[in-house]
């Protein structure tokens, strides 16, 4: 079941003393990560650059819908724009059921995936009522989009504008889903729900707006703001 939406991959609740998988580590590894694993070694298609893993870190190359462990061999399992990927989620998600006993899944969501598509990308997910549902894209008609605004939206605004930064990190569900999960994850492939397809294939009114991004008290949204600014300064100055 869900039991927090975190602010970012960097604010999870992993005890000291937990081994950690991180599933699909590709070329940005979680550094509390005790065991990294990927499927692909000699191809960036699914990712911006070559494989990387820290230092203390052990690398198995290993299919994410299939892998090489024990049922509940992980205290806690790492996955991070991975799912959006595979064939079959599904199968996928289950298999970081079978091996974590907690973990955390962040995923681009309908949105991020309409400011900043992706070719390799095969499905979009929403956290609605806390499950993560998973439509394809192709099923919405996203799998060949006429713009494409990701250098924008990822790389040029994040680099050139203190306002967007804040913007996002204070607004994360914008570009992803967060999940972190105990014992298992809830998850839809493809509803048939009217009221949840309607997410996917409808305008959104007020309800939706509110269900996705819930209003914030001013005085709580300010301060979110402030600690925030903190936060990348120091960022800032510790990089």
Same mark, same amino acid.
């Given at each position: 079941?869900?039991?927090?939406?975190?602010?970012?991959?960097?604010h999870l609740k992993i005890k000291k003393?937990?081994?950690?998988?991180?599933?699909?580590?590709?070329?940005?590894?979680?550094?509390?990560?005790?065991?990294?694993?990927?499927?692909?070694?000699?191809?960036?298609?699914?990712?911006?650059?070559?494989?990387?893993?820290?230092?203390?870190? #052990?690398?198995?190359?290993?299919?994410?819908?299939?892998?090489?462990?024990?049922?509940? @061999?992980? +205290?806690?399992? *790492?996955c991070c724009h991975v799912m959006e990927h595979v064939p079959d989620p599904a199968k996928f998600m289950n298999e970081l059921i079978r091996v974590g006993k907690r973990g955390y899944i962040e995923v681009p969501s309908l949105t991020g995936?309409?400011?900043?598509p992706m070719e390799s990308h095969k499905w979009v997910c929403l956290d609605?009522?806390?499950?993560?549902?998973?439509?394809?894209?192709?099923?919405?008609?996203?799998?060949?989009?006429?713009?494409?605004?990701?250098?924008?939206?990822?790389?040029?605004?994040?680099?050139?504008?203190?306002?967007?930064?804040?913007?996002? #990190?204070?607004?994360?569900?914008?570009?992803?889903?967060?999940?972190?999960?105990?014992? @298992?994850? +809830?998850?839809? *492939?493809n509803p048939k729900d009217i009221e949840i397809k309607k997410y996917f294939f409808q305008p959104w009114g007020k309800k939706e707006l509110e269900q996705i991004f819930p209003k914030k008290k001013i005085l709580t949204d300010f301060w979110n703001n402030i600690l925030t600014f903190g936060e990348i300064i120091r960022t800032y100055f510790k990089s």
């Amino acid at each position: 079941m869900k039991i927090n939406t975190p602010k970012s991959r960097y604010h999870l609740k992993i005890k000291k003393k937990d081994l950690v998988l991180d599933v699909g580590c590709g070329d940005f590894p979680h550094p509390r990560a005790n065991v990294c694993v990927d499927k692909y070694t000699d191809s960036n298609y699914h990712r911006l650059s070559n494989l990387r893993v820290l230092d203390g870190q #052990k690398f198995i190359n290993s299919d994410g819908e299939s892998l090489p462990f024990d049922d509940k @061999s992980f +205290d806690y399992v *790492i996955c991070c724009h991975v799912m959006e990927h595979v064939p079959d989620p599904a199968k996928f998600m289950n298999e970081l059921i079978r091996v974590g006993k907690r973990g955390y899944i962040e995923v681009p969501s309908l949105t991020g995936e309409f400011l900043a598509p992706m070719e390799s990308h095969k499905w979009v997910c929403l956290d609605i009522n806390d499950k993560i549902v998973v439509v394809s894209k192709k099923e919405i008609g996203l799998d060949k989009p006429n713009l494409d605004f990701s250098n924008l939206f990822l790389y040029h605004l994040t680099s050139s504008s203190l306002a967007y930064k804040l913007f996002i #990190k204070t607004h994360p569900n914008i570009l992803t889903v967060r999940y972190e999960w105990e014992q @298992s994850i +809830d998850f839809e *492939i493809n509803p048939k729900d009217i009221e949840i397809k309607k997410y996917f294939f409808q305008p959104w009114g007020k309800k939706e707006l509110e269900q996705i991004f819930p209003k914030k008290k001013i005085l709580t949204d300010f301060w979110n703001n402030i600690l925030t600014f903190g936060e990348i300064i120091r960022t800032y100055f510790k990089s």
